[in-house]
């Protein structure tokens, strides 16, 4: 069965292709989400707050929101080499240390295997 909201791409620094299942920004069916769980947080609570228990929608929103920003940016990071677009753009040389540091402590990664061999055949020639 295939996921409907997976999205293919290719790491930008070791170019291992991708899927992203998180996108940057909530879709409709999360928004249907926040109403319905509303409307069943206020229905739960009208017998102590009447109409004010709608005020549970900014705090389901937010809520919603920060999760699937966290899960999109855990999405982000390349599993292979520790590249993380989002720090990039923020600061370059924190990004190199992080991926240099990644690939220091899984030195069976794919990435690491290949620079390795690379290096192998500069010093063979």
Aim: glycine share 4%.
């Amino acid at each position: 069965m295939k996921k409907s909201h997976v999205r293919d791409c290719f790491c930008a620094l070791c170019r291992t292709p991708r899927k992203l299942r998180y996108t940057r920004s909530l879709q409709g069916r999360h928004y249907l989400q926040i109403l319905v769980l509303t409307i069943v947080a206020t229905a739960a609570t009208f017998p102590w707050f009447t109409w004010k228990g709608a005020v549970t929608l900014p705090i389901i929103w937010i809520f919603f929101d920060s999760t699937y920003k966290s899960l999109y940016r855990k999405d982000l990071k390349c599993p292979y080499c520790g590249f993380d677009p989002a720090w990039y753009k923020k600061d370059v040389k924190f990004t190199r240390q992080k991926v240099e540091e990644f690939l220091k402590a899984n030195p069976d990664s794919p990435v690491a295997q290949r620079g390795r061999s690379q290096e192998n055949s500069f010093t063979n020639q």
